[in-house]
T-cell receptor, first 117, second 112 residues
Framework: DAGVIQSPRHEVTEMGQEVTLRCKPISGHNSLFWYRQTMMRGLELLIYFNNNVPIDDSGMPEDRFSAKMPNASFSTLKIQPSEPRDSAVYFC???????????????FGDGTRLSIL | SQQGEEDPQALSIQEGENATMNCSYKTSINNLQWYRQNSGRGLVHLIL?????REKHSGRLRVTLDTSKKSSSLLITASRAADTASYFCATVDSNSGYALNFGKGTSLLVTP
């Protein structure tokens, strides 16, 4: 079975450029999460979608960040304009039926390593 | 926001030895999960323990949960070089939102 697929795996770009990260969740999963991982702050949840609808975007750092989920099989995380402090590994994860009582694990992609010069 | 805090930050053992990692958290929880992350890869779910459970086993993994102390431990028995990875505990706060809050992890090195 295909897992969560993220692209690109690596992205190096200059500050001020627009960056778009892509995610294909596992088929049938109705919950999707974007995380950011840095040495200083660890793993942080950026946004959570349920049935393609953004439920919690309180982790999105600022207006330069936006995320969309136009259908159940695709999501994007966009940074515009990018800044050096956005450099991190960005993970997408999906899950079945995620809620507060959930006993379903989250399945992670292998991440996009983003470097903003 | 971070919820779980793992201890130790780094652990180095030899193959065949047991590895114990601890996790502390701050608020009430519905369940606690442990994940593994190999270098350059995403996180992989290992085991989930519910708030009304005290101990759970899965293969060479043993997880305990003490809700009175707000702590959990992960024991890996008879470790192998392939167990080398970072291990994270994660909780879903039963009062607040949907975030799976991760600690900063324990980096485990198992040498042959």
């Amino acid at each position: 079975d295909a897992g969560v697929i993220q692209s690109p795996r690596h992205e190096v770009t200059e500050m001020g450029q627009e960056v778009t990260l892509r995610c294909k969740p596992i088929s049938g999963h109705n919950s999707l999460f974007w995380y950011r991982q840095t040495m200083m702050r660890g793993l942080e949840l950026l946004i959570y979608f349920n049935n393609n609808v953004p439920i919690d975007d309180s982790g999105m750092p600022e207006d330069r960040f936006s995320a969309k989920m136009p259908n159940a099989s695709f999501s994007t995380l966009k940074i515009q304009p990018s800044e050096p402090r956005d450099s991190a590994v960005y993970f997408c994860a999906s899950s079945l039926e995620w809620d507060r009582q959930s006993r379903q694990p989250q399945h992670f992609g292998d991440g996009t390593r983003l470097s903003i010069l | 926001s971070q919820q779980g805090e793992e201890d130790p930050q780094a652990l180095s053992i030899q193959e065949g030895e047991n590895a114990t990692m601890n996790c502390s958290y701050k608020t009430s929880i519905n369940n606690l999960q442990w994940y593994r992350q190999n270098s350059g890869r995403g996180l992989v779910h290992l085991i989930l323990i519910r708030s009304n459970e005290r101990e759970k086993h899965s293969g060479r993994l043993r997880v305990t949960l003490d809700t009175s102390k707000k702590s959990s431990s992960l024991l890996i028995t008879a470790s192998r070089a392939a167990d080398t990875a970072s291990y994270f505990c994660a909780t879903v706060d039963s009062n607040s939102g949907y975030a799976l809050n991760f600690g900063k992890g324990t980096s485990l090195l198992v040498t042959p």
